[in-house]
Structure formats: C-alpha cells, structure tokens
C-alpha cells in the first residue's frame, strides 16, 4: 500500500501505500544486507525478513485507520484498533508478494534483495504473503461487518496489483485505491461508514497515485514531467489541508465531534503538519524535477513515502482529532530511525 521501486507500481516494477504503498535501488544501500555476507543465524534471517517486508514502512500504516476513524466523530476503540492490525497485515502481504512476483526482475537488477540473494526462499514469501491475507481478512471479521466489506476489496486490490497491474498503466491507479480503501477500513472499523471519510481517503490516494507514478522511474530514471505533476500535487493537497474547516473536503458538518471549529487548537497544528507534509515530500521531488536520475528519483519516492506520516496526521487533525494526530506524527522519528536500515522501498 505503499510505493516501492520496481514491484508493485512500476512499468520495470515498484506498495501502501499500500497505502498502501511507499526503493528497491541497484545495489546494497548503506545498512542493507548482501547475500553473500549475510551469515547463516538467527539474526540474518531476522534481517532478511525485515528487508523483504520493509518493515520501517509499517510506520506509515497505522495513520490511515487513524485518520479514517477521525471522520467519523468517534473515539478510537478496540475496532479501530482491529482494523490497523487487519491494515498491518494486508501491508505486509503486499510487500511479500511483491518480492516473490518479481524475484525473476530481481535476480537481474536487485541481486542483493532477499529472494535472489538466496536469504529467503520463495516459496517461503508466498506463504507468507497468503498467511498474512488471511489474517488480515481474520482480524477485519473481528472488527465487524462494515470493515470486512472494506478489507475484502483491499486484499483483493493488493493481490491484484503484485500479480497483474504494477507493470500496467493500472497500476499506479491500484495503489492509490489501496491506500484510499486502507483509511476507509478505519472508518468503518470505528463508525460503520465509509461516506464521512471519502474525502480523507481522496486526499490520501492523490498523494500515493503521484508518489507510485514517480516510482516507475526509480531504477532506470525517467522524464521530469512525473516528479513535476507530483510537486504539483502536493502543492494542491497541503492547500486543501489548511483550508477552513468547512471548506469542501472536511469533515462534514453533522459529525459535530470531529468538526475542526470544536477545537481550535487543530488549525494551527494541522497548518503545521500540512508543512511538514510539503518539506518531506516537495523537496526532493524538486530535486528529481531538476536531475531525474535513479538516485534522485528513489530519494523522492522514499521522500513521498515518509510524507504519509505528516499527511495522515494533517487529516486527522484536520477532523478535530488532536490525539490521533500527534498519535500518528510520534511515528515518523520511529520510521526514520529505521529507514537507516532498512529500505522502506
């Protein structure tokens, strides 16, 4: 559910953004793992593991439920809580399948990945991938009716995407939708509606549908004009965010708990995180504007994919829910940290 190189949502392969959902890059990136001196303990595996599920990624996960649920004027309660374990799950199922559909991709250009290099089997990945899915789908028939009737259609998209439309001009458009159906699950989780949420999820699948676009350039570069729309976009979205609050797009007025106006604290903080949004994802999208190589273009999808944190916690804050806005922003310094290690593409 988030953008990732070439897999999910490139021509050459690229989830969230699956969210969906974010790069794979030529070659090890500094505090990766190479096969050959991976070792054979606990702790190589552990790390093979964390490589192939880019487990720094699931920080930016759990702010779509949260932001779903912020829609709804409702409090966070165990089914919301549910449903970010249900959205963990499916993410993580993606990024499984994801390596295993492009192992072939892999051992030619990402040699080090895990599957290539020998780390893990594949078979191994797809069992993952189909275990995870069924817990995923498990823990949204806990959540309830509403939830499983957004989470079916998530898993189905994200199966879809990794098998048959990352390489498509489809794909870009399935990763979005992955990520919009991710906040939605939030939302029905906590409220049983999916309708108060539908602009937060808009909001969300514009930014994941440039972000996944950009990505298809990440190994082989690519024309400015993708890094530029994307820029734009951000542009457009961060406006949106600070926008008064029943500006078209927020909360709707009859969902008086989550109605920004409630909480005056929340248009500064979300101005401020609609900021935050545009530095961690306008500037190296600028960057890959000016100079679309590889190495630039990976910045700015993994910049893109960062952007989810801040993004997610605007449109909470935006709705009036001040905890589950800076719940969700307490994430990022955690992603970063880990980012050093892993690649979250």
């Given amino acids: 559910m ?9 021509p050459t392969t690229t989830s969230p ?7 794979r890059s030529q070659g ?3 505090g990766t793992t190479s096969g050959a001196g991976a070792g054979n303990g606990a702790g190589a595996r552990t790390r093979a593991w964390a490589e192939l599920l880019r487990l720094p990624a699931l920080f930016t996960v759990p702010g779509d439920a949260l932001a ?14 549910l449903a970010i374990a249900s959205s963990l799950c499916l993410y993580e199922a993606g990024m499984a399948l994801n390596d295993w559909a492009d192992q072939a991709e892999d051992a030619l250009e990402r040699p080090h990945r895990p599957l290539p290099s020998g780390r893990i089997p594949p078979p191994a990945a797809l069992v993952a991938a189909g275990a995870l899915t069924a817990a995923g789908l498990a823990l949204a028939v806990r959540a309830g009716r509403p939830a499983l009737a957004v989470a079916a259609p998530l898993a189905a998209t994200v199966w879809a995407y ?20 991710d906040l939605l699950l939030g939302a029905t989780a906590t409220g049983g509606s999916a309708r108060p949420a539908l602009p937060s999820a808009l909001t969300l699948a514009s930014h994941t549908l440039a972000v996944t676009t950009v990505s298809r350039g990440e190994t082989r570069g690519g024309s400015p004009l993708a890094p530029l729309a994307a820029l734009a976009t951000t542009g457009t ?14 909360a709707p007025s009859r969902y008086t708990a989550a109605a920004p106006s409630l909480h005056p604290a929340a248009d500064t903080l979300r101005t401020v995180l609609a900021a935050a949004f545009v530095a961690t994802s306008g500037r190296p999208l600028l960057h890959a504007a000016l100079n679309p190589s590889p190495p630039l273009t990976q910045r700015a999808v ?6 989810m944190i801040p993004l ?19 994430l990022a310094p955690a992603a970063r940290r880990f980012a050093r290690k892993v690649s979250v593409t």
């Fill in 162 to 181: 990794d098998l048959a439309l990352k390489r498509t001009p489809a794909g870009p458009a399935a990763m979005a939708t992955a990520r919009g159906l």
């Fill in 28 to 30: 090890p990136r500094a």
């Fill in 17 to 23: 953004p699956q969210s969906p959902s974010p790069s």
């Fill in 68 to 81: 779903g649920a912020a829609t709804t004027g409702k409090r966070v309660n165990p089914r919301t809580l």
């Fill in 312 to 330: 997610q916690a605007a449109l909470a804050a935006r709705s009036g829910a001040l905890a589950s806005a800076l719940l969700t922003v307490a």
């Fill in 2 to 10: 988030t953008p990732r190189p070439p897999g999910p949502d490139q």
């Fill in 302 to 307: 993994g910049g893109g994919i960062r952007a």
């Fill in 237 to 250: 979205l961060a406006w949106t965010l600070t926008r008064t609050p029943h500006a078209p797009g927020t």
